[in-house]
């Protein structure tokens, strides 16, 4: 990356900067890849944060099927993360995995997971798991809150037999031809899953984030307290692909001493230490032993630690020193915090992150953990909070006595409660993949590069004022 016609006087964060287009050989969005090359399986440079609020195990299984990672969070019990890991193993591939009901459940119930639109819809099974059939999401918006989603069956919806079905692009002819935007997937009458149209067409265009046997790829976070090394092997056992030691600040003995640890162990996973925001706190990392470096201090939407301790750094300016210690030494750095528009995380790959870790951004998504609330207005939105905040505190500490788990309260900082809406034309994780990775895409073809390293060397970075940057939004109105 080179900086055109200006020089840094100052730390920068992604609004004071904007790319300059260069001469492009690069005919067309598609021509572009977007795999990280950071030792993982992704395929795409996007990484769901480790929040209770962002990454379960549905989101993680939805991002790895489109090429990414999510982190499933330190916070979950180990036997609960092992059995998160576990789960998204199992799940499709080539298929989307099903919301499952009960017949007796309830129409109200249903809501709080999926909501009233095309291309989404539930599965019923009966107590002995057998498939009963497949309801399609619109039509719950015209049935009673407590009618019983059993009585909502009449007749069975087509359904797609999985040996038929040779590629993603026959799946969608089929079901274009079938005028279906829904249908459920079977196998010798067992349903593996379920596709819409859009998932089908999405088949073509992303390549999964898969393991050596083929599964969907899992990242799991770690915290530095404890015996971490008996965690990371159990968690290597249930099948995680990338271990992420996560604490708040990154830069300190206790953090070195454990990645030291986990890398003696030799699991052969790659390991992610941070947060940090200094080239000195990388070469640290990375001689314990650490392949990423997750990099950001204060700019998530839920984190207020800049605010109560002045401690942090302009998000630009940390990726683009960071990247470059870090590429100096083999190693790469993973963007954590401060994306709200796809041109953001362009800017953050522009500054040589190999992958961008989105949080809140998520939150607000079908997949996200969590049920769907309505407001007052009727939108539907989910709880997000930070991991420091008192909420977050309070749940990773419930197994301390009164006292002691008051004293971790009394200095909890950050959100703990705020409403992530969900765009109504966007309410799935893989609508904000598209629009995303569309922007990256076309930042690519802007510089001329056909690849993430390429747009590490080719992207070229202006410095603008805050009018400059107010100039480049659309207006939602006529002026």
């Known amino acids: 990356m080179q900086f055109y016609r200006s020089t840094a006087g100052?730390?920068?964060?992604?609004?004071?900067?904007?790319?300059?287009?260069?001469?492009?050989?690069?005919?067309?969005?598609?021509?572009v890849s977007l795999v990280p090359g950071d030792g993982t399986s992704a395929t795409i440079p996007i990484v769901a944060a480790n929040m209770n609020s962002v990454t379960g195990p549905r989101l993680a299984a939805t991002l790895a099927r489109r090429g990414g990672l999510g982190v499933l969070p330190q916070d979950m019990p180990l036997q609960e993360l092992d059995a998160a890991i576990r789960w998204v193993k199992r799940q499709p591939v080539e298929f989307d995995t099903p919301f499952d009901?009960?017949?007796?459940?309830?129409?109200?119930?249903a809501l709080t997971q999926v909501p009233a639109t095309d291309g989404h819809g539930i599965v019923l099974h009966d107590s002995a798991g057998k498939f009963l059939g497949c309801i399609a999401a619109s039509r719950l918006a015209s049935a009673l809150p407590d009618a019983k989603l059993g009585?909502?069956?009449?007749?069975?919806?087509?359904?797609?037999?999985?040996?038929?079905?040779?590629?993603?692009?026959?799946?969608?002819?089929?079901?274009?031809?079938?005028?279906?935007?829904?249908?459920?997937?079977?196998?010798?009458?067992?349903?593996?899953?379920?596709?819409?149209?859009?998932?089908?067409?999405?088949?073509?265009?992303?390549?999964?984030?898969?393991?050596?046997?083929?599964?969907l790829s899992v990242a799991a976070a770690l915290g530095i307290n404890g015996d971490i090394v008996t965690k990371a092997k159990a968690l290597a056992a249930a099948g995680v692909d990338v271990l992420v030691l996560d604490t708040a600040h990154g830069h300190q003995d206790q953090m070195l001493r454990a990645v030291a640890a986990v890398a003696a162990a030799n699991l052969g996973l790659p390991i992610v230490a941070g947060n940090v925001v200094t080239a000195e706190a990388v070469n640290d990392l990375v001689s314990a032993g650490a392949n990423i470096i997750k990099v950001g201090v204060g700019p998530g939407a839920m984190c207020t630690t800049r605010m109560m301790t002045a401690v942090g750094r302009p998000q630009f300016s940390a990726v683009l020193e960071t990247a470059a210690a870090a590429r100096a030494v083999g190693a790469h750095v993973w963007a954590d915090g401060g994306v709200r528009y796809p041109r953001d995380v362009a800017l953050a790959l522009a500054a040589g992150a190999a992958s961008v870790m989105v949080g809140s951004w998520f939150a607000g998504t079908v997949e996200a953990p969590g049920r769907l609330i309505a407001?007052?207005?009727?939108?539907?939105?989910?709880?997000?909070?930070?991991?420091?905040?008192?909420?977050?505190?309070k749940e990773r500490f419930s197994r301390l006595d009164a006292y002691e788990l008051a004293r971790k309260t009394l200095f909890a900082e950050g959100i703990s409660s705020s409403r992530i809406y969900l765009?109504?034309?966007?309410?799935?994780?893989?609508?904000?993949?598209?629009?995303?990775?569309?922007?990256?895409?076309s930042s690519f073809t802007y510089a001329g590069a056909h690849s993430v390293p390429e747009f590490h060397d080719r992207a070229l970075v202006g410095i603008q004022s805050a009018a400059g940057y107010e100039e480049g939004k659309a207006l939602p109105v006529s002026w």
Do not use: C
């Not at 009901?101 to 119930?109: H, K, L």
């Not at 026959?170 to 459920?184: C, H, Q, S, V, W």
């Not at 007052?376 to 505190?393: C, I, P």
């Open 375 to 393: 407001d007052e207005a009727g939108r539907l939105y989910k709880e997000s909070w930070g991991m420091a905040s008192t909420k977050a505190v």
């Open 10 to 31: 100052n730390d920068l964060t992604y609004s004071d900067v904007f790319l300059v287009p260069s001469r492009s050989h690069v005919g067309s969005r598609l021509d």
């Open 151 to 215: 009585d909502l069956l009449h007749g069975a919806l087509t359904s797609l037999a999985a040996d038929d079905i040779n590629s993603p692009r026959e799946a969608f002819d089929a079901m274009n031809e079938a005028g279906l935007d829904f249908a459920p997937v079977l196998r010798h009458g067992v349903l593996i899953g379920t596709l819409s149209k859009t998932s089908a067409l999405r088949a073509t265009l992303y390549q999964p984030a898969l393991d050596g046997h083929g599964r």
């Open 423 to 441: 765009d109504p034309l966007r309410p799935s994780i893989e609508d904000l993949l598209d629009m995303i990775t569309s922007g990256i895409r």
């Open 101 to 109: 009901f009960a017949p007796e459940d309830t129409v109200e119930m």
